[in-house]
């Protein structure tokens, strides 16, 4: 019995011993990026396939190593992100990071100092709150990988039935959408717990989901501005929407194309990223698979804008987005850092937007080219926010309070109530 | 049966043989179990990933998790669920169990395969289906019960309210379920022996009174284990919640005592909390096995 | 004089409609992968492939990820299913046939260890398994896996090595044979019921295994068919669940355990049959 316990106890010991010792590997000084075989780690499946290809090609060219590019779903991102990256062994070398949990990781460490490269990869010309949100104590860690925004589409077709013009304020938004509605059909669509759409309407009436008091960050759901806004979403969401209240920010295209059953699409008006406009149309067989559709856009039936302002001119929106950083435990310093020259490079931002990603070099913004969706793109883009740069804000996205606040708002809470529960919940979390 | 005494050279040979099972178990099982104690008297979160030390800070955590109303709501729901949904196991498996022993052997293996095909469904395939069967615009459910008159189901969106969305998760896990008890009662009435049936049955034992007096204590060590089974893994449900999770909402409202320590831990970062609460579902889990334990401990000394 | 069979009829009758519905999920998934996905977006379900199509099969294993993932589970299943068994076995038999110092505690600690919540033990297994550099590897999964399903396995086995009387052994050792032949020669072969129905317990275990997976097999390399299947099911939603698709990858997923499963069921039932009566 007692050999026994002796036997597990040093079993035990030697075990913690062992996993005492993954420390991260250091950045070393002069290291040859030649022949380093790299992983980069994407969020979703923003970037195109076109664009994958390239870096591979050209990162092979530049250091005859190989990029292995993962694909990580948005849903598992976080956990992750956060049981990988400390572990040099498993760590991806490079990684997008989503723009509301740059100031989460950056905070902690998890990304390598590239304020020497800053200069190189674009400087000034990179999209400012994007850099911001990399950075600590002046120091750059991640960097724009692009910009998003979203804007409103909708029916022209439905939109003329109903008599119905383009808004020019929030207020005729809100009132045109309900009007639109029938009892099959949202006049806009937007999930109870779309959070990431429905926070527009609180940026829209000035307020935020948390401010910055000295050194610590606090929640402002109780805010004044901010409780007006939630106030508008709920109306909104009663009068206009049939999207579930469990809902939340997920695949809206396919609610404004015709249903392939009764001919009519689910809603009159959605919110969707710039780049849904790709899903956005006629629906017809394609023709390589014909058991694949694919969607053409139809200028006489489909349309968008620019969410309204409250008084005019355009409504800040959620801005999408991602950065990218390199992984401080990676082993492959040098090998990373050649990636993040390629994906500076003019010729990528380029083919960023191209393809409908706003490039992080603001210079060649014009790669968007200037159809009605890349002029939809920048106004939306230029005003748009970022969620609080707080060190602890992935874990309060983690953890799905907002989805739960916003799904509670809009399934007919008391409103302040519920801020005030919530403000509590967030506080806690917040500063990490 | 002959039991080998511990003579001096029989002393090693069972040490031996139990060896890799206990190397393994440690390995597996022991080594996280410790950190999950000594984590959860600590405060470790994301910055600990990364190396930031961690503080103990003791009984923080449980003190916390004492006092925190939303944890004892999951507990509750927890707790009802797994009672509900082994109770509702149990009996539809007696119940097909003593089908299965009634009925003609054609009918028995069609029944049988048919279970066997809902048991060895491997659970994600087997979430993918319900989902979609359940999806409030395209699934057969709705669109049958659509059918009925006087009820309106177009559209009903079954994940939409917490009870809902649990009597959802309790028909899956029921469903999987099942079969296993099924199988195993199943296997214990096969024991019970034909001549006592038709004794009781000639002096005047009606089917009610036959199954209450001589079936029932028969199979109760079989409908105990399988029981004990139930409860455990019905309380520990996670894939199931997880993946109905992904289909619906993801709020806080929606989870039972497994999502809820997998998001405290990897998705609130706060693996401190995390650990402790695992430690108190250990503890609820020992909680309700305990009479069993000590009974089966009894029963192999004997 | 006849009687009348007719509760054995009904009863039957009713038997069948019973294995129809419960089966009903799993015809509706195989059903639904011969249909294309254009007419299974429809409002009205479709309940029969009139014009099957295996365009959904193509699709789903198009880009070759299913067959990785199929050969990460199969090398996963066999080493967890084999080092579980011997294992168990071993332990079964110093159980069954021995009284030794340790024995209870052993015993009470097998129990314990079953009811350890998982979803707890992943952050500190992950842990574990990273510090040796066995993330993304067969052995790393397959020793929490064997770790998961040996007590339950222990305790099945034990009772099928109690219920061979050591008599039998005696007896055989009597006539010349060494305990071990003897072991060997008599009891093993008695016992072989109670390790198919052990075996198929673990291979189910293993098999169909998700969250543990899940955290031990980050790289998309390395998943398991499970894990295949819900990354199949998320990317698939980011344009609109393509249905077909999503139930051809499912019954890929189960049609190599129904199948094995269906070829062993025979020893399976009798297996929990004796397991019942000795458990």
Request: glycine letters at 8%; a negative charge; charged letters at 15%.
């Amino acid at each position: 019995m007692k050999r026994k316990i002796g036997l597990v106890a040093a079993a035990t010991a030697a075990l913690v011993v062992l996993a005492g010792c993954s420390t991260p590997a250091p950045a070393p000084a002069e290291e040859s990026a030649d022949g380093q075989n790299i992983t980069l780690w994407l969020m979703g499946g923003d970037t195109p396939d076109a664009l994958r290809d390239y870096l591979k090609t050209e990162y092979a060219d530049a250091t005859g190593g190989t990029l292995t590019i993962e694909q990580q779903d948005w849903a598992d991102a976080l956990s992750k992100l956060t049981t990988a990256l400390p572990d040099a062994e498993n760590t991806p070398d490079v990684t997008e990071i989503g723009n509301t949990w740059s100031p989460t990781f950056t905070s902690v460490g998890a990304f390598s100092d590239i304020s020497d490269m800053y200069e190189e990869l674009g400087g000034d010309k990179l999209l400012p709150s994007f850099v911001e949100v990399g950075a600590v104590d002046g120091a750059n860690y991640a960097l724009p990988y692009y910009f998003g925004s979203r804007y409103i589409f909708f029916r022209k077709d439905i939109w003329a039935a109903a008599g119905l013009e383009v808004p020019t304020t929030l207020a005729e938004f809100n009132e045109d959408a309900a009007k639109l509605k029938t009892a099959t059909q949202s006049g806009f669509y937007i999930g109870g717990e779309d959070w990431r759409n429905g926070v527009s309407w609180i940026f829209a009436n000035g307020g935020d989901l948390a401010k910055k008091d000295g050194d610590t960050w606090k929640s402002s759901l109780s805010d004044p501005k901010t409780i007006e806004g939630l106030t508008q979403l709920q109306k909104l969401y009663t009068d206009a929407s049939l999207a579930p209240v469990t809902e939340a920010d997920s695949t809206p295209w396919v609610n404004i194309n015709n249903n392939a059953a009764t001919g009519a699409p689910e809603a009159a008006t959605i919110i969707a990223p710039g780049w849904a406009h790709w899903s956005i149309g006629d629906l017809t067989p394609d023709p390589k698979d014909s058991t694949k559709t694919v969607a053409t856009w139809n200028d006489a039936t489909f349309g968008n804008f620019v969410l309204p302002g409250v008084d005019g001119g355009a409504a800040p929106v959620f801005a999408g987005g991602s950065n990218i950083a390199i992984s401080a435990a990676s082993k492959n310093q040098a090998g990373a850092r050649e990636l993040m020259k390629i994906i500076f490079s003019e010729e990528y931002q380029n083919m960023l937007g191209a393809n409908g990603l706003g490039p992080a070099n603001l210079d060649y913004a014009s790669s968007l080219g200037d159809d009605q969706f890349a002029k939809a793109l920048s106004e939306s883009a230029a005003d748009s926010k970022l969620t609080p740069a707080a060190p602890g804000w992935a874990a309060v996205e983690g953890s799905g309070l907002l989805e739960e606040f916003f799904g509670k708002v809009n399934g007919g809470g008391d409103i302040k109530a519920l801020a005030k529960e919530y403000d509590a919940k967030i506080d806690e979390l917040i500063n990490g | 049966m002959s039991i080998a005494t511990t003579r001096r050279r029989g002393i090693r040979a069972p040490h031996v043989l139990i060896l890799p099972a206990i190397v393994i178990l440690v390995l597996g099982m022991g080594y996280p179990l410790i950190w999950q104690v000594v984590t959860s008297f600590q405060k470790y979160g994301l910055q600990q990933q990364f190396g930031k030390p961690a503080p103990f800070v003791w009984f923080d955590n449980y003190v916390k998790l004492a006092t925190d109303p939303q944890l004892w709501l999951v507990v509750g729901k927890s707790l009802a669920f797994c009672l509900t949904t082994a109770a509702v196991t149990l009996v539809i498996g007696t119940l097909l169990a003593l089908l299965m022993s009634a009925v003609t052997k054609t009918a028995r293996l069609v029944l049988q395969i048919a279970l066997l095909l809902a048991w060895s469904m491997p659970v994600v395939s087997a979430m993918t289906v319900w989902i979609w069967l359940f999806d409030r615009r395209r699934g057969a459910i709705n669109y049958l019960l659509d059918m009925i008159p006087g009820v309106d189901m177009n559209r009903f969106d079954w994940l939409s309210t917490p009870l809902s969305f649990l009597l959802v998760a309790s028909i899956i896990v029921v469903w999987m379920s099942v079969p296993f008890v099924a199988f195993s009662i199943y296997a214990g009435l096969t024991q019970v022996s034909d001549e006592v049936m038709e004794a009781a049955q000639l002096d005047g034992a009606n089917g009610w009174q036959r199954f209450w007096g001589i079936i029932l204590p028969m199979i109760r060590p079989v409908i105990s284990i399988v029981l004990l089974l139930q409860l455990i893994w019905d309380l520990r449900v996670f894939t199931q919640i997880k993946l109905l999770q992904d289909a619906g909402s993801k709020s806080g409202d929606y989870d039972l005592l497994g999502t809820y320590i997998y998001k405290l831990g990897t998705s609130a970062q706060d693996f401190g909390m995390a650990s402790a609460v695992s430690i108190l579902v250990l503890g609820i889990t020992i909680a309700l096995s305990w009479f069993y334990i000590r009974s089966l401990l009894k029963e192999d000394e004997a | 004089m006849r009687r009348l069979r007719l509760p054995k009829v009904l009863l039957s009758i009713l038997a069948i409609v019973v294995a129809i519905v419960w089966a009903f999920p799993v015809y509706w998934m195989v059903s639904s992968s011969f249909i294309p996905t254009a007419i299974l977006q429809s409002f009205i379900p479709t309940f029969f492939p009139v014009n099957g199509t295996l365009s959904n099969f193509t699709g789903a294993v198009a880009d070759g990820s299913f067959f990785s993932a199929l050969g990460m589970s199969v090398a996963v299943t066999l080493t967890a299913v084999v080092f579980c068994l011997l294992f168990a076995f071993l332990a079964a038999v110093a159980i069954s046939r021995f009284r030794f110092r340790g024995r209870r505690s052993f015993l009470i600690a097998v129990l314990i260890v079953q009811m350890l919540p998982a979803e707890g033990l992943f952050i500190a297994q992950y842990k574990m398994v990273a510090s040796v550099h066995l993330l993304d590897s067969v052995i790393g999964v397959s020793v929490i896996y064997v770790a998961a399903v040996v007590p339950f396995t222990i305790w099945m086995l034990r009772g099928f090595v109690a219920g061979v009387p050591a008599d039998l052994e005696e007896a055989a050792m009597v006539d010349g044979l060494s305990r071990f032949g003897a072991f060997m020669r008599i009891t093993f072969p008695l016992l072989a019921p109670g390790l198919v129905a052990s075996g198929v317990y673990a291979f189910l275990q293993a098999w169909n295994e998700f969250t543990v997976a899940l955290v031990l097999l980050p790289s998309e390399a390395a998943q398991t068919l499970p894990l295949w299947l819900r990354g199949f099911v998320q990317a698939s939603a980011t344009r609109e669940t393509d249905w077909g698709q999503v139930m051809a990858a499912s019954t890929l997923v189960a049609v190599p355990v129904i199948i094995f499963f269906l070829i062993v069921q025979g020893r399976l039932t009798s297996g929990l049959v004796s397991g019942a009566v000795k458990g």
